[in-house]
């Protein structure tokens, strides 16, 4: 996991790792999570965030996990055709408003409102799920052939990662628990 490994080394975490369940997290969604998140919140296991900006999504517990995030999108997309237009074109997965098996699953958000999603396809590996972002909810979406934590190292650690790259503004990068 050469990203999770280059995040650990920039930051100069050093915490034990944790052994977050992903199960319940995999079964509500009808598909595993990629595993280079999954190696990225074991190594990053405490709740906390990149340079005070990117949070993760947890694997289980409270409305800040991946399955109640996950719940309350579709919960929002079911009951409200403006809610359903926010996520266009892709959908959020699950709500069966695009093809089946395909649509967005968020892993995390910056407190300035932007959102971090997979454009998942249960069909496919998860590891090939692309990164589609947005800095605002009422903008468009960005897509990144990338995983989760080369995302997060090019927010925090690339200067020239425009519009979510931070790291001109905030020294080096580090991860804050809370």
Known sequence: MEWVDRLVAETGWDAEPGEPDWSEAEQALGAPLPADFKELRRRFSEWGAFCDHVMLLKAQG???????????????????????????????????EVESGKGLVQWGYSFIEEE????????????TWPIVAR????????????????????????????????????????????
């Open 62 to 96: 409270g409305s800040e996990s991946v399955p109640a995030n996950h719940e309350k999108l579709l919960k929002a997309v079911r009951g409200n055709p403006d809610s359903r237009r926010m996520f266009e074109p892709y959908g959020i997965l699950g709500a069966g």
């Open 116 to 127: 971090y999603y997979w454009l998942a396809d249960t069909a496919t590996d998860p590891s």
């Open 135 to 178: 800095v605002d909810p009422l903008e468009p979406f960005q897509r990144f052939d990338m995983t989760a934590s080369e995302f997060i190292y090019r927010v925090v650690a690339d200067a020239e990662f425009s519009p979510f790259g931070i790291a001109g503004s905030v020294g080096e990068p580090y991860y804050r628990t809370y």
